[in-house]
């Protein structure tokens, strides 16, 4: 069904650009998108001084403008991330094509042959915040899996989208396939976020990246499908059992090593029967890393640097170098604390009990459960998937990192000769 | 994310109750499901007569009401009908239970374990009008699963799906299994429909089935993820090469047999060079069958009890008794036709010629794409997935026949040893 509401017709004839270029793609040999993004890793290169130059552009206004330093960070370009980008594309080249994979099939008692294969998903849309490589990251997955991508990358970014979006389509052109398979609304503004939510039937999905209020406003307003990413008040529970060192390694690592992202702690909960041999070491680890602790009582007892904790501060994803911290009576409490304010990214037990491994393993509801490791691994990288297209944090169609089978629908191949119903 | 809109109390509570429940049917194990869904079939027998009583009183003010021949012959229950629910009940007990089951896994370069599992959606919502048989249908496919349900059954069936509503419940006590994994809202008319709808964080998916404006309401207005099932605008393409006998049955046996489903066919398409040698024999058995025939200028010239059909004739599901017809110039002009009216349900060719067919498979965008079978085949039970969840005519989680793993989701279980990121 496509929908009916009203659409600015410059931003319908690119979104209908993008379907019929996806109809292309969607046909044609790996071999022949491989050589698109070979291309295009070799259009970055060749354009590094255009990208630099139009990021300097971005950089500058975004100054301007007072962007916080963490979005600067993410907007900025250099010489090294321009490489690191062109090889990102160039591990697409390496990474299997899902489209036409057998998923399952059988022949039916009355003859009939039914195999369920993978299909591109058609026409991806992807919104998100002043981080460029984003662009020519769900660009490559986007050609790889056959879909086309409609892209609204923010103001913030809206030179340097400008110029990779043309070296995209310089790579499409050079092998033979629609420029069209890659468009952007960034000139729109808010209306470009607006129509790609109201494009039902134009747009097969859409995925934001960023923010948890950009991706809440995507959520309640797209009546286009959604795969909700990112958003991660992520939790480490100390057991009763865990040993000292690893305890102190893990929780530094997971909120330190890359506070920014999603898959940073965010609140360290601590076993009772625990907390007075691990907490010491445990918070002058954060402490000597900068990191500001608010704890509960129990916690604040520990070091006088610890502030006290609100629910309201449980309930943050600080993407900052803040933890929240608390002591539990004992698993079940903690489960208790993650169920309540988890957003079901991920979720981390350190502990050399098994029971507690595995019964935290079973009933901790979130995309990536883990034991015995930083959070920080729940990544499409670590997971072997290449590079990735966000981390989908609800539970239809893709659930965790995603990666170019998350791109795909299926449809079911029938094969018969005469079979009626009776 | 939990939606912040207000909600009823009670249905509120309602919800919660449900969520509660799915978390211990979502750990128990096969056997206790199972025990509960014999419970389930045995309690179906034992209460007929209630369930028949209740029925009565449906249909009463169902007639009294004016509701047409197609929806009471959906509402109707008889002591037949409520032998084939049980008999279903007991054919999901013979299913193999998705949850648990591992989907893939690996250990990565660092020694970390990574392996995804099937785990229940959690709360699955339906919204569904006049067919008591899908409460119970979903309600036991639900269960197998691990899935707590929210039925909203409509009013013209609200007595009877009372009545099975308890019936489902008392199987779930049986079993000790909490009843409050069962809950409707009927009570609440339209607006307990449109709580569901805004029930994000409490219900995990909603899947509407019904009539095609049931299915855009709740499409459009509902933030909880929706699975759109149903609307089949289905064509069947002659070509050239089809073999006349298998034509002409192909082609009855898809719009006669059951004309009110969704893969019943609403078009056939014919080759212009075989229209003369197929179209007489095609329209003489479908207007014996007492079906109303639409066509083009080319089909009414073969038959004078051919109607004119416009575009909207094309773009209609009938649903009943009637047909629409064209001649297309070749396998391009059916591809075209099919991509502009198609609801990408099931769409089928009659042909012996290779290209043909392999060429309708690979460019046909649909959740079944067929070959020289009736288009009735689309359906859970002759797939071999048991009671059917409905046919999804969307691209994401789920397309075509939806059975039970379509009703569960994944998460990953990451087992290490102390791993932290570099």
């Not at 379907?19 to 070979?38: E, H, Y």
Request: with cysteine; aromatic share 2%; charged share 25%.
């Amino acid at each position: 069904m496509q929908s009916t509401a009203t659409i600015d017709p410059v931003l319908a004839s690119r979104f209908d650009e993008a379907r019929a270029a996806s109809r292309v793609l969607g046909t044609r040999p790996t071999a022949v998108k491989d050589a698109a993004l070979g291309a295009i890793a070799d259009a970055l290169l060749a354009h590094e001084p255009a990208i630099l130059a139009a990021n300097e552009q971005d950089i500058a206004a975004g100054r301007a403008n007072g962007l916080g330093d963490g979005l600067l960070d993410r907007l900025t370009l250099t010489s090294q991330r321009v490489a690191a980008l062109a090889d990102a594309v160039r591990d697409v080249v390496r990474l299997e094509d899902p489209v036409g994979e057998s998923v399952r099939g059988r022949r039916l008692p009355n003859g009939i042959r039914i195999e369920q294969v993978r299909v591109p998903l058609g026409v991806v849309g992807a919104i998100y915040e002043a981080r460029p490589n984003v662009t020519v990251d769900i660009a490559a997955l986007a050609i790889k899996s056959g879909n086309a991508v409609v892209l609204r990358g923010g103001s913030a970014a809206e030179h340097t989208n400008h110029v990779l979006v043309g070296v995209l389509r310089e790579g499409l052109g050079a092998a033979g396939l629609p420029e069209g398979a890659v468009q952007i609304v960034d000139d729109f503004g808010r209306d470009g976020a607006r129509a790609m939510m109201h494009a039902r039937g134009r747009i097969d999905v859409l995925i934001p990246r960023g923010s948890a209020g950009l991706i809440e406003t995507v959520v309640s307003e797209s009546t286009v499908p959604v795969i909700e990413t990112g958003a991660g008040v992520v939790h480490m529970f100390l057991d009763e059992s865990a040993p000292l060192e690893r305890a102190v390694e893990l929780v530094h690592n997971a909120k330190v090593q890359r506070p920014s992202v999603c898959n940073a702690l965010e609140t360290v909960l601590v076993h009772r029967s625990a907390a007075d041999r691990l907490l010491p070491a445990v918070l002058d680890r954060l402490l000597a890393a900068g990191v500001t602790v608010r704890g509960d009582e129990a916690v604040q007892a520990v070091r006088p640097e610890v502030l006290p904790a609100t629910d309201d501060d449980y309930a943050t994803e600080h993407m900052a170098l803040e933890i929240s911290a608390r002591v539990v009576d004992d698993l079940d409490q903690a489960l208790e604390h993650i169920d309540r304010f988890s957003t079901r990214h991920t979720e981390a037990i350190v502990t050399e009990d098994l029971a507690s491994a595995e019964r935290f393993l079973a009933e901790v509801d979130a995309a990536a459960v883990m034991v015995n490791t930083s959070t920080r691994f729940t990544d499409g990288g670590e997971f072997g998937f290449g590079a990735e297209v966000g981390i989908s944090t609800q539970k239809l169609h893709a659930r965790g990192p995603m990666g170019l089978p998350e791109l795909t629908s299926t449809k079911w191949l029938v094969r018969g000769d005469g079979q009626v119903r009776g």
